[in-house]
Every structure is written in C-alpha cells, then in structure tokens.
C-alpha cells in the first residue's frame, strides 16, 4: 500500500519595509530550491503589519527584485495588513483564557523601572524582560484606563501560558547542517511579550503563527536570527491548537567586517547590484556558492 503524504509548503515572508538586500535573497533562493527540490509549493507572504514603515513601493519592489532572481511563487501572495482580523480573533481567544493583560507602560517607563539594575534579565533579541507593573493591575483599574481611552499593548502571561501549554515543546530543526535535531523550546527566555502593539493591533508573533497555519505550511525555513522565536511561535502555536511546521534556520549572510547583512545598516540592496550592472546569473552564482558552502557545513 502507498502511503501519500502532502506536498510541503514553504513560504519565503519578508517584510516590506525596505528594499531586498543578498541576505533575503539568499533565504528566497533556499526556499525555492527546497520547495522544487521536495516537489512542494512555494508560497510568498509580504509582512506588513508595520504600517507605518510598511511601503507599496517596497512591496513592488519585492516583486520585481525575486523575479530578476529569477524565482516565482504562487498566487495570490498573502499579505498581512489584509487580515488584521484573523489575528484578532487568535488572540482573543488567549485574552479569554486569560492568558494576555493589557500594558500601559510607555517604553521609558519600562527602561525606568529597570534602570540601575544592570543583572535585570533581557530577552533573546537583547530588550529588558518586562517588569510587570501591569499584570498586577486590578481588574477595576484595567476597565477604569481602558474605558479612557488610554492606549494599551497586550502582553502574554508568560506563567499563566506555560502552565496552560502543559507539554514540554520543542521544534523539529533542519538548520545548521543536514540532520535533524529535537530543540527544546524556552519561551520563558521571552518573558511577558508583546502580542498586540499600542500602534499596530498584532505583532510579528501572532501574525506570524496564524498565517503559516492557516497557509499550511509545513517548513518554514528562514534566517538563525528568529531561531529564538521559535521558542514563542511554539508556544503560541500549543496554545491556539496550531500545527508545528519543520523549521530550518539558516546562517545569515555577513559582510566584509562581519556584521550580519541587514535593511538597517544600509547592505547593499539587489536593485543597487542590477544598477552597478551585477547579473541576475551572478548574484545567483554567489548565493548557491554560500547555499552549498551552508549545508556542507
Ligand atoms: N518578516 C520577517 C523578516 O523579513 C521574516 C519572518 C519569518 O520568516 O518568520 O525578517
């Protein structure tokens, strides 16, 4: 008897808030070499909850700049600031369960509070956890600041969610090197962390694991510098009754001094390398040769 398994799915998901540098191409490229190799779908996702930063330029820009790679996806591409209400609807259903607060707290007030006590515990990605004078607010007085208007982000009760979660997590890890390996996942490293922003009614965590359940996917391959959120998406993911994709975090392309390639500090981007006259064929001969150099590993 044969047994079928569903095709993969993997998604290539950058944000568009800014132009495509050697870095995402690089993490495209494996996406799309990984989904053709394994006879699966390739699907693209534009992250743009960030509104603000968020442009349609950058957008088509993003389109343009894969196309010249010389990669295509399916259709239509998924994009974030679409389904604002799909990630409302995930987490009020934590918020019912108890499982969110809402926060006040202005990010000086958090810097404040932590001020001087230079062994206070950060997060992964190096902010301070925080401190918590929120989550011990009266029920009165959340309705009381709520009812006036007063702007709230909302944190998970990271104590409440572990104990709700139950299981130990973990993920399953393709990345650094071919062999699998079980990673335990530490969400507690992330403390309460921000699901829904003051400004934006989401976060990158919330909207990141609905949309790779709701698109089916079952590999999210991406970059080593999300390896840590993992530990949160697996989290979120338990909490909500999603699936757990396979996850491959891949090594993050660098420049000359070492530094990670990077929107913010400027990486050169695809559409500067087409003007200087780099082919598309050359860009891709430079990739594959660091894809190969990545899983020999
Ligand atoms: N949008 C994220 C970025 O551009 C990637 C998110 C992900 O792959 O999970 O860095």
């Not at 600031?81 to 918020?95: G, K, M, P, Q």
């Not at 929120?134 to 104590?159: T, V, Y």
């Not at 082919?279 to 899983?295: D, G």
Request: charged share 25%.
């Amino acid at each position: 008897m044969t047994r079928s398994f569903p095709n993969p799915v993997f998604r290539f998901a950058p944000s568009s808030n800014g132009y495509l540098h050697l870095g995402h191409a690089y993490s495209a490229l494996m996406n799309f070499d990984m989904a053709r190799a394994s006879g699966g779908r390739l699907l693209l996702r534009i992250e743009d909850i960030d509104i603000e930063r968020c442009r349609p330029e950058f957008e088509q820009a993003i389109y343009e700049d894969l196309r010249w790679l010389g990669l295509s996806w399916e259709e239509p591409v998924r994009r974030q600031s679409e389904h604002f209400s799909d990630y409302a609807v995930a987490l009020d259903r934590l918020t019912e369960r108890r499982l969110t607060y809402p926060c006040f707290c202005t990010r000086g007030e958090i810097i404040t509070a932590v001020a001087g006590k230079s062994d206070w515990p950060r997060d992964p990605d190096g902010s301070p956890l925080y401190p918590g004078a929120c989550k011990h607010l009266s029920k009165e007085e959340r309705r009381r600041r709520l009812a006036a208007g007063q702007p709230a982000a909302r944190r998970i009760d990271m104590d409440a969610a572990l104990a709700a979660a139950k299981l130990q997590l973990g993920w399953r890890e393709f990345g650094a090197g071919a062999q699998m390996r079980d990673v335990a996942a530490e969400p507690a490293r992330w403390g309460d962390a921000v699901l829904s922003r003051k400004d934006v009614q989401t976060s990158y965590h919330i909207a990141v694991v609905v949309d790779d359940a709701l698109q089916g996917v079952t590999d999210v391959v991406r970059g080593e510098d999300l390896f840590m959120a993992t530990s949160l998406h697996r989290l979120l993911q338990a909490l909500l009754d999603l699936p757990a994709p396979s996850y491959h975090h891949h090594m993050l392309l660098r420049d000359a001094s070492g530094q990670k390639l990077s929107k913010s500090l400027r990486a050169k981007s695809l559409r500067a390398l087409r003007q200087e006259g780099v082919s598309s064929a050359a860009a891709r001969e430079s990739l594959t040769r660091n894809l190969t150099l990545a899983t020999a590993r």
